[in-house]
């Protein structure tokens, strides 16, 4: 069982800094992926950034030169650097992983039929 507890949420000013972390025990795990998805009321999931055990970085077109993804595996960390902040950004964050060879993921983004979810943490841009 993958344990995920995510950190770092809060409101901030539209162009303002965020940095979201999850600890998370997939780290254990030859294979993994790990990754950030938002959900904002009234709108569908959003996958917004993952970095697999191959080094395979993947980010959302939304957030893509404004959020940075990395980790450090011997904290069993991986953090989310939200940077130039807008009120589109709002939303649930929650830290998502899998233990799935890349093959059986079916993409870069980590799987949400044979993954894991933490119980998120609120981000909230204001104008």
């Known amino acids: 069982q993958v344990q995920l507890q995510e950190s770092g949420g809060g409101s901030v000013q539209s162009g303002g800094s965020l940095r979201l972390s999850c600890e998370a025990s997939?780290?254990?795990?030859?294979?993994?992926?790990v990754g950030w998805l938002r959900q904002a009321p009234g709108k569908e999931r959003e996958n917004v950034a993952s970095?697999?055990?191959?080094?395979?970085?993947t980010y959302a077109d939304s957030v893509k030169g404004r959020f940075t993804i990395s980790e450090d595996k011997g904290k069993k960390t991986s953090y989310l650097q939200m940077n130039s902040l807008k009120p589109e950004d709002t939303a649930m964050y929650y830290c998502?992983?899998?233990?799935?060879?890349?093959?059986?993921?079916?993409?870069?983004?980590?799987?949400?039929?044979?993954?894991?979810r933490g119980q998120g943490t609120q981000v909230t841009v204001s104008s």
């Open positions: 998502v992983a899998d233990d799935l060879p890349r093959d059986s993921r079916g993409g870069n983004w980590c799987s949400q039929d044979f993954g894991y």
């Open positions: 997939v780290y254990s795990y030859i294979d993994y992926c």
């Open positions: 970095i697999t055990s191959d080094g395979i970085i």
